[in-house]
């Protein structure tokens, strides 16, 4: 399988920035890459998408404020956080569309950052 490992989460004031970063391994080709969120009784929502060719898309409410990009070699992705709002506040889970060693292709998951944006 494809492991998703993601890193950068923590706890910041409304106003301020973070970057997460994700890592995949175990993976012969990714596709498109994306980030998700869930905050506590709300629904998994996408928030920004990047194909591997650097086409990107974005929830709206994230627009102007975040940015989803993909490192050279393109096992990793990252999403610059600028301008966070309380309501950003969730669980951010790394997702990859990929195809493993074994050349099985699915979407993986990474275990979740968590990222707490206080008033």
């Known amino acids: 399988q494809v492991q998703l490992v993601e890193s950068g989460g923590g706890l910041v004031q409304a106003g301020g920035s973070l970057r997460l970063s994700c890592a995949a391994s175990?993976?012969?080709?990714?596709?498109?890459m994306g980030w998700y969120r869930q905050a506590p009784g709300k629904q998994r929502e996408l928030v920004a998408t990047?194909?591997?060719?650097?086409?990107?898309n974005y929830v709206d409410s994230v627009k102007g404020r975040f940015t989803i990009s993909r490192g050279d070699a393109k096992n990793t992705v990252y999403l610059q956080m600028n301008s966070l709002k309380p309501e950003d506040t969730a669980v951010y889970y790394c997702n990859a569309d990929a195809v493993s060693v074994k050349l099985r292709r699915d979407d993986y998951w990474g275990q979740g950052t968590q990222v707490t944006v206080s008033s």
């Open positions: 990047i194909t591997n060719s650097d086409t990107t």
């Open positions: 175990g993976s012969i080709f990714i596709n498109n």
